[in-house]
């Protein structure tokens, strides 16, 4: 779910799944979903972050069988080159977007992130964020030279110290994070986390466990309505994954690997 806010007259944000539905097609590439939150003005920011993530999803379909968390740091560095190039065209100099890029497989989740879009992870009563900020509020805080409180208020919350588009060489983050029945994800941009706590979040989670909120896309709309409704603003948007089986989902690779041995 993506909104542009209440004080913006377009939306900067872009988001997409590659959710494979064919037993065959998902032992070979699990389930990818994508976030970015872009910058540079009208134009510039929504091309940025449509760039971003479109060029993740096609890498990360495109590649050699292989463990997603081994394909998505290639596939975000593909991404910000993507970006990076776009940027040197005239009136897009200097855009750039966040990305995050979640892909499921196994009982693992693996994260790629560059920027201050979060994913966090909801379990039980607990919501965990799962990537760190880069900003320099978040370095800061990282240091213990703020506390929460101050960070929630500092003037340079919004200045970035990594994004897609700045560096063609950009130091991708990898986050890989065990997951199980019962467990949510949720991926969002600062408008959404800005104003919506940890203990809403985990709410939504909870619901969703419950049944009180019947699907993930219920949840991830309940989210940036909240966000939106409290006068977010920056535009708005959240990835919601629900995980409703205790079954593994298969590794890249892993059914044409058994096939190959089971050969004579």
Same mark, same amino acid.
């Given at each position: 779910?993506?909104?542009?806010?209440?004080?913006?007259?377009?939306?900067?944000?872009?988001?997409?799944?590659?959710?494979?539905?064919?037993?065959?097609?998902?032992?070979?590439?699990?389930?990818?979903?994508?976030?970015?939150?872009?910058? %540079?003005?009208?134009?510039?920011?929504?091309?940025?972050?449509?760039?971003? $993530?479109?060029?993740?999803?096609?890498? !990360? =379909?495109?590649?050699?069988?292989? +463990?997603?968390?081994?394909?998505?740091?290639?596939?975000?560095?593909?991404?910000?080159?993507? $970006? $990076?190039?776009?940027? /040197?065209?005239?009136?897009?100099?200097? *855009?750039? &977007?966040?990305?995050? %890029?979640? +892909?499921?497989?196994?009982?693992?989740? +693996?994260?790629?992130?560059?920027?201050?879009?979060?994913? !966090?992870?909801?379990?039980?009563? &607990?919501?965990?964020?799962?990537?760190?900020?880069?900003?320099?509020?978040?370095? /800061?805080?990282?240091?213990? *030279?703020? &506390?929460?409180?101050?960070? @929630?208020?500092?003037? @340079?919350?919004?200045?970035?110290?990594?994004?897609?588009?700045?560096?063609?060489?950009?130091?991708?983050?990898?986050?890989?994070?065990?997951?199980?029945?019962?467990?949510?994800?949720?991926?969002?941009?600062?408008?959404?986390?800005?104003?919506?706590?940890?203990?809403?979040? =985990?709410?939504?989670? *909870?619901?969703?466990?419950? %049944?009180?909120?019947?699907? @993930? $896309?219920? =949840?991830?709309?309940?989210?940036?309505?909240? +966000?939106?409704?409290?006068?977010?603003?920056?535009?708005?948007? @959240?990835?919601?994954?629900?995980? &409703?089986?205790?079954?593994?989902?298969?590794? =890249?690779?892993?059914?044409?690997?058994?096939?190959?041995?089971?050969?004579?």
């Amino acid at each position: 779910m993506s909104d542009p806010g209440p004080f913006r007259d377009h939306n900067e944000d872009f988001v997409a799944a590659r959710v494979l539905t064919t037993p065959d097609d998902s032992w070979d590439r699990g389930p990818l979903l994508a976030l970015a939150d872009g910058m %540079g003005g009208h134009a510039a920011g929504e091309v940025a972050s449509r760039l971003a $993530v479109e060029a993740l999803v096609a890498t !990360y =379909a495109e590649a050699s069988p292989g +463990a997603p968390h081994q394909l998505l740091k290639p596939a975000a560095r593909a991404a910000n080159l993507a $970006v $990076v190039d776009a940027s /040197m065209e005239p009136g897009r100099r200097g *855009m750039g &977007t966040t990305l995050l %890029g979640l +892909a499921l497989a196994g009982t693992e989740a +693996a994260i790629a992130h560059v920027g201050d879009s979060r994913a !966090y992870l909801v379990r039980g009563e &607990t919501c965990t964020q799962l990537t760190n900020d880069h900003s320099r509020v978040g370095e /800061m805080l990282r240091m213990r *030279m703020i &506390t929460a409180e101050q960070a @929630a208020n500092h003037p @340079a919350r919004s200045q970035l110290t990594r994004s897609l588009g700045a560096d063609p060489f950009v130091q991708v983050d990898l986050v890989r994070q065990p997951v199980s029945q019962h467990d949510t994800l949720v991926l969002c941009t600062d408008g959404l986390w800005d104003v919506v706590s940890r203990p809403e979040i =985990a709410e939504t989670g *909870m619901g969703l466990s419950s %049944g009180a909120i019947p699907t @993930a $896309v219920e =949840a991830a709309d309940r989210l940036v309505r909240l +966000a939106v409704d409290r006068g977010s603003t920056d535009n708005v948007s @959240a990835v919601v994954v629900h995980l &409703t089986s205790d079954q593994p989902i298969p590794p =890249a690779g892993g059914r044409r690997f058994r096939l190959r041995r089971s050969r004579p």
